[in-house]
């Protein structure tokens, strides 16, 4: 069974940093990509930044340019480095593991941006 966890998200005020973690419990290479999801109360999960095993990122548009993925693979850790934020960017953070069966999604980790 695969795990993934989240950390790193927090309070920070709008211009502020912060780095998000996502640990997963198997070799991350054997994903076909790590994904970055935002969710805010009555919308839906919505795509922030993704990477695939070759490296590739793609971001959405809102976060481009403010947003970087990266991974560490001795860690099978993935990471969103944040910059810029926004109050509107606030919201829960998951990471989810693109397996070739199914996909498997973390808990979460709460980021709130103050104004």
């Known amino acids: 069974q695969v795990q993934l966890e989240e950390s790193g998200g927090g309070v920070v005020q709008a211009g502020g940093s912060l780095r998000l973690s996502c640990s997963t419990s198997r070799n991350i290479l054997i994903f076909n990509g790590m994904e970055w999801y935002r969710e805010v109360p009555g919308d839906k999960r919505k795509f922030v930044a993704g990477l695939t095993t070759s490296g590739t990122t793609h971001y959405a548009e809102f976060v481009k340019g403010r947003f970087t993925v990266s991974r560490d693979n001795a860690k099978n850790t993935v990471y969103l480095e944040m910059n810029n934020l926004r109050p509107a960017d606030t919201g829960r953070y998951y990471c989810?593991?693109?397996?070739?069966?199914?996909?498997?999604w973390g808990q979460g980790t709460q980021v709130t941006v103050s104004s």
């Open positions: 989810k593991a693109i397996g070739a069966l199914s996909d498997h």
